[in-house]
């Protein structure tokens, strides 16, 4: 999916994905913990107790373990609901600050 197909969006279906990613989450950092939990389990397996008493932690093997910044400017209604298209487009726009983003 593009970032302007995500800007088209209506607001109700982004508030529906919304809802199902905080039931189901998805994404980089999904899998960055999934992968970092199999390198931790290794490296404690392997771990060599005299030369490293204290067992690796998932922390030492996430690739982000950075919060994502927060979007400025960007309100919702007190239902969750963005109050307007332009402010839901506003917010996708922020979410890809700074990212190479090719728009269609």
Known sequence: MSLGQVA???????ETWREFYEIEPW??????????????????VHRD????????????FRL??????????????SEGLL???????DMVLALFAGMNVIRA
């Not at 088209?8 to 982004?14: G, I, K, L, N, Q």
């Not at 107790?49 to 030492?60: D, M, Y």
């Not at 919060?67 to 309100?75: I, K, L, Q, R, Y």
């Open 27 to 44: 994404g980089l950092a999904v899998h960055d913990s999934l992968a970092a939990g199999l390198a931790t389990l290794l490296a404690n």
């Open 49 to 60: 107790p005299k030369a490293r008493p204290k067992p690796f932690q998932l922390q030492e």
């Open 64 to 77: 982000f373990n950075e919060p994502a910044p927060e979007a400025e400017g960007v309100v919702s209604t």
């Open 8 to 14: 088209a969006m209506p607001s109700s279906e982004y």
């Open 83 to 89: 109050a307007s298209p332009e402010q839901h487009s």
